[in-house]
């Protein structure tokens, strides 16, 4: 499959609400899950939402056993999930470095939740629900930033705290 360019900052269509996905019976569904999937990992992503590489619909990918861009995070399984819902579980915000690959070589320290709980749907059309803590429930909220139209430098609180990865590390 030929790997997808990923749409950067910048870019009108990151800026938009997703659209639900209402037919999970379409072969192009599946299509959209397999270039995701190709994109993410070629870059090096530990997630991927369906807007960065162009589609606007409400789906998200995510999941590494080891990652370059993040060394020292714990494994996150592959998941599929589409027209994703998160609910906070606490009210404890962690601050933690983020990147985007649609906002390449850029890191900032943003506040996020530390559990979520979160429900959508698989590639089949099943519910599927779960809840997830620290990096983990992290992905899940970038993820679904970008359906929502917002990127990580977006929930940045201290622009002292953002700039190139080769700068701040």
């Not at 506040?111 to 803590?133: K, T």
């Not at 430098?153 to 080769?166: A, N, V």
Request: aromatic share 8%; proline share 5%.
């Amino acid at each position: 499959m030929p790997i997808k360019t990923v749409v950067k900052m910048g870019n009108k269509s990151l800026a938009n609400a997703s659209l639900s996905v209402t037919n999970f019976c379409d072969g192009e569904l599946i299509s959209l899950i397999d270039d995701m999937r190709d994109t993410m990992q070629q870059y090096g992503g530990v997630g991927i939402a369906a807007p960065q590489i162009g589609c606007s619909l409400r789906v998200i990918i995510f999941g590494f056993d080891k990652n370059s861009r993040y060394p020292n995070e714990r494994a996150v399984p592959f998941t599929i999930l589409v027209n994703p819902v998160l609910e906070n579980v606490t009210d404890n915000i962690i601050d933690g470095w983020e990147g985007c690959l649609s906002v390449p070589g850029l890191r900032g320290l943003v506040p996020r939740y530390h559990q979520v709980r979160y429900s959508g749907y698989d590639l089949n059309g099943n519910i599927i629900s779960g809840v997830a803590e620290g990096f983990h429930a992290r992905i899940l909220q970038h993820e679904v930033d970008h359906l929502d139209g917002i990127l990580f430098p977006h929930r940045i609180k201290d622009m002292k705290s953002f700039g190139y990865e080769d700068e701040l590390f």
